[in-house]
Structures are given as C-alpha cells and as structure tokens.
C-alpha cells in the first residue's frame, strides 16, 4: 500500500522557536491534511490542502501542498508551550477511492517553555 | 468543528468479554470510519462505510465487526475481546465528496 515518510520523528524545541515538518511520498495525493493530536484524544483537523501548490495559513500555522502533489510541509511559527501534541500529515490519493487517508507515522512536538 | 461521539472513552475489559465501542455523527456524513492507533504510532484503518447497510474491511486486518443500520451510527464490536486487543479506537467521518475526515476523541479499550 502506499505509505508516507513523515520527518522528523520528534523535536525539542524552545518557546518561540519556529517548527517546520514534512512527508513526502512515492505516490501521488489529491489532497493533504494536517491533524494534531494531543494525548487521549482524537486527531484534529488543524490544515486541508486540495490543490498543487496551494499554500494554507490558520494562525501561526502554514502548510503547503508540494508542486509535484508528492510531499506537503507545515510550519509553525513562534512556538508556544500548548503546541505540543503529535502532528500527523495524510494524504488521499488521486485514484477515486477518496474515503480512505494514508497517514505519516507523526511528528511529536515538545515545547520547552 | 466537527460533532462525532465515541462511548464509552475508556473501557477495561476481561478476556473473552464482548464489547461495543459506540459511534454517532450528527453531521449527516454518508462515509464513516474506524481506526486503529497504538500508543505514539500511525493510524490503521479497520473499517469504512459508504453508507447505511455498507460496510467494509479497511487496510489493517481486524477481529472485530460493525454495522451500519442507520447514517448517524457506526458501532464497532469484539465479540470475545484479547489483550492484543487492547489499543485506541478512533471513529471518523466525512461527506460524499468530501476530502476532509473528522475524527471523535477516541475509545481507549484495556483488555486484562
């Protein structure tokens, strides 16, 4: 089945700092989500990318849908102590079967404050 | 913000107990799901549904069984739970056509 590399695996980072992550995959996707989760609770939907090249901003968080339809990246801006949680990326792909999501393996995000 | 309900969100259960994760949506969402998460890793796809009486197998194999007699309800069921058993089930739904699928907080089943 398909799969997507999610990066980094984990990162520590001091309030304040910017966050940027990333999946990239061997196949194409038609669209892309963001979701946070934070522990013992369903993901959220933070960011949702339909076209290539589109660029999506909600409040310190950017996520970008890559040109080749293959990888998305999100940041983060100014960190702040409750952004904390895991981030997964996932894609759904292009080939009409769009009730399922492929999801990355998360991203786990630490605040320092 | 979405309206999806997962009962009971923490449930530890006996070996060989049968067990009911309940589902409901209250967005009129035709397409509805179930996921499999252990603690820290990826989602798993178990179960989906296009429909009321439509339901299939998603990517990870699964001993468990759902139904789908009406839109607003998805119900999951282990007819004799095991400990491999014991994992967070996450329910989610979306719109015919739509992309974007919204998950409920999950259920945290504990098989002892």
């Known amino acids: 089945g398909q799969q997507l590399n999610q990066s980094p695996q984990s990162m520590f980072i001091q309030e304040g700092e910017d966050v940027s992550m990333n999946c990239t995959s061997s196949?194409?996707?038609?669209?892309w989500l963001w979701y946070k989760q934070e522990p013992g609770e369903g993901p959220v939907l933070l960011i949702a990318l339909y076209k290539a090249g589109e660029l999506t901003s909600n409040g310190r968080l950017t996520a970008q849908f890559g040109i080749t339809r293959k990888d998305s990246f999100l940041n983060i801006s100014a960190s702040i102590p409750s952004d904390v949680g895991i981030y997964f990326c996932a894609g759904q792909d292009s080939g009409g079967s769009n009730y399922k999501l492929t999801f990355g393996k998360g991203t786990l995000l630490t605040v320092n404050p | 913000e979405a309206d999806i309900y997962q009962t009971p969100r923490y449930l530890v259960i006996g070996t060989g107990k049968k067990i009911t994760l309940e589902c409901s949506q209250t967005m009129g969402h035709d397409k509805m799901y179930w996921y499999q998460q252990d603690p820290g890793m990826e989602l798993h796809l178990i179960h989906y549904?296009?429909?009321?009486?439509?339901?299939e197998k998603g990517d990870l194999s699964s001993e468990s069984t759902v139904s789908r007699i009406r839109t607003e309800h998805f119900p999951l069921t282990l007819e004799s739970a095991r400990p491999s058993h014991t994992s967070q089930y996450l329910c989610?739904?979306?719109?015919?056509?739509?992309?974007?699928?919204?998950f409920g907080e999950g259920s945290w089943l504990t098989v002892v």
């Open positions: 196949s194409i996707f038609n669209t």
């Open positions: 549904s296009y429909g009321v009486n439509s339901t």
């Open positions: 989610a739904s979306s719109a015919v056509g739509g992309h974007t699928i919204y």
